[in-house]
């Protein structure tokens, strides 16, 4: 008799990155931190190694009729630097696997290359090696970066206290508008010729999505401040989902103030235009690579003059859950988002 089988969306990404990597168990002794975080921390001498790998597959993170390759090429690098620059580190090497169809030619994989290399010359990271494969299915590009930290100074996503100060960098919810912006003018130009697509004054939104930045500069900010965060995240998968793996890491609750959430104004027009709720878009849109961090309430005068830098929340004990405080003084639960099974397919 078949034992029963669980379907993957009963339980989500979330549930099943914890059913898989449940009693895991480290034999290395060089092994410090390892799944449960942006990056696994590895201590080989001097330093700590931090490793991540990201993967992208067509038709599911991106879609070539409107993502340039070489954009493409682009985020698929810089996504991984966030990570690393999210456990308080520095990229230093990246390794690039492609499974390739046969629909792609010599050219576009050196315009993919051609953005992934310049990304890495901004960045001041080293391409040392990858793989190629044949794929069925389009597109798939997986891209592992190594990094470093000095000893003990990774900052993990376990380290906040009840009365921290929550704080993000930059904007959120932009790139989410800017793929809702490049979908609707893809449905547009279906069956026309000569389609010109409307983004005057959106300009923003389409560079968000489609050539994002790791916040190098917010990590080089803080360390000349004199800045250790209690805990950081990279903002991937939503400011919601983020600061709630914050929390679940730390056993921790928290408060998000909705009027103090950093929004652009071409986000804001982006989302009345589309008649979409911008609260939503800015808690779980995603892929705003910024940087989601805790404090202590003690560095509030210091932190409050940096630039670039809002604090919209605060720490709390477990037992009060995550929370958003609307406008109105109101409490709504936060809620976790992350891929599921019919997003997928």
């Keep these: ?77 810089v996504v991984n630097f966030s990570d690393i620059y999210a456990m308080n580190g520095r990229p230093r090497q990246i390794t690039v696997s492609l499974g390739i169809s046969r629909r792609f030619t010599v050219e576009h994989i050196e315009a993919l290359y051609s953005g992934i290399r310049l990304a890495c010359e901004i960045y001041g990271v080293d391409i040392v090696g990858g793989d190629t494969c044949a794929s069925r299915q389009g597109l798939v590009i997986s891209v592992t970066c190594l990094g470093d930290v000095q000893k003990d100074k990774a900052v993990m996503r376990s380290g906040a206290k009840p009365t921290d100060l929550i704080c993000v960098s930059g904007d959120l919810g ?39 930045e790791a916040r190098k500069d917010i990590v080089d900010m803080l360390e000349k401040e004199g800045i250790v965060p209690t805990s950081m995240i990279d903002v991937s998968d939503g400011l919601s989902s983020e600061i ?14 909705e009027d103090r959430i950093p929004i652009d104004y071409q986000t804001a027009v982006m989302a ?46 477990e037992n009060l859950g995550c929370a958003l405080i609307t406008r109105d003084g109101s409490e709504l639960p936060l809620r976790a988002q992350g891929w599921n099974m019919t997003q997928a397919q």
């Design 244 to 257: 709630m793996h914050i929390c679940k890491n730390s056993s921790t609750g928290c408060r998000i103030y």
């Design 1 to 77: 008799m078949e034992s029963k089988q669980t379907e993957i969306s009963s339980i989500g990404e979330f549930g099943l990155i914890d059913r898989i990597t449940d009693g895991i168990a480290h034999v290395s002794a060089s092994t410090r931190k390892g799944v449960g975080d942006d990056a696994a921390v590895l201590d080989y001498g001097d330093k700590d190694v931090l490793v991540t790998t990201d993967m992208l597959l067509e038709g599911v993170h991106f879609d070539l009729t409107y993502v340039p390759l070489k954009h493409l090429g682009y985020k698929a690098a």
């Design 174 to 212: 932009a790139a989410y508008m800017g793929l809702q912006l490049l979908e609707r003018e893809k449905v547009a130009s279906a069956g026309q010729k000569d389609f010109e697509p409307q983004f005057n004054g959106k300009e923003y939104l389409i560079e968000r999505q489609l050539k994002p």
């Design 272 to 317: 009345e235009e589309l008649g979409m709720n911008l609260v939503t878009a800015a808690l779980n849109g995603g892929e705003d690579y910024e940087l989601l961090f805790t404090v202590p309430l003690a560095m509030h005068d210091k932190v409050s003059k940096l630039t670039g830098i809002k604090e919209i929340g605060y720490i709390t004990e």
